[in-house]
């Protein structure tokens, strides 16, 4: 079992910075693919980012590919995300998840495709 924590959301200006932890606990994220989604109040969530834990691969949305980042801290067992250059469109809960092996190609940005959640943690970007 993996238990996920998200944290460093808050409220922001537009133009600014802020990035989000996600650390896990309970075993490794080695051989794991972590994501980052988020939902907006009234929409349906959808696919930040994602990193394949064994070899580093990423993924983006492509609408925010150049002002997000996903990385990982392997000593810290902790995933990140570098948000950039804040929207106030970006205003979401921001949900940290899991996909245990075998990972499959191509279903990185499929919300059915990870096993564990993380309770979310609210980005506010104000105009």
């Known amino acids: 079992q993996v238990q996920l924590v998200e944290s460093g959301g808050g409220l922001v200006q537009a133009g600014d910075s802020l990035r989000l932890s996600c650390a896990a606990s309970?075993?490794?994220?080695?051989?794991?693919?972590v994501g980052w989604f988020r939902q907006a109040p009234g929409k349906e969530r959808e696919f930040v980012a994602a990193?394949?834990?064994?070899?580093?691969?990423?993924y983006y949305a492509n609408s925010l590919k150049g002002r997000f980042t996903i990385s990982r801290d392997n000593a810290k067992n902790t995933v990140y995300l570098q948000m950039n250059s804040l929207k106030p469109e970006d205003t979401a809960v921001y949900y940290c998840?899991?996909?245990?092996?075998?990972?499959?190609?191509?279903?990185?940005?499929?919300?059915?495709?990870?096993?564990?959640w993380g309770q979310g943690t609210q980005v506010t970007v104000s105009s």
């Open positions: 990193i394949d834990w064994y070899g580093g691969f990423t």
């Open positions: 998840a899991a996909d245990r092996p075998p990972l499959i190609s191509g279903r990185q940005s499929y919300d059915y495709a990870y096993d564990y």
């Open positions: 309970g075993r490794t994220f080695i051989d794991y693919r």
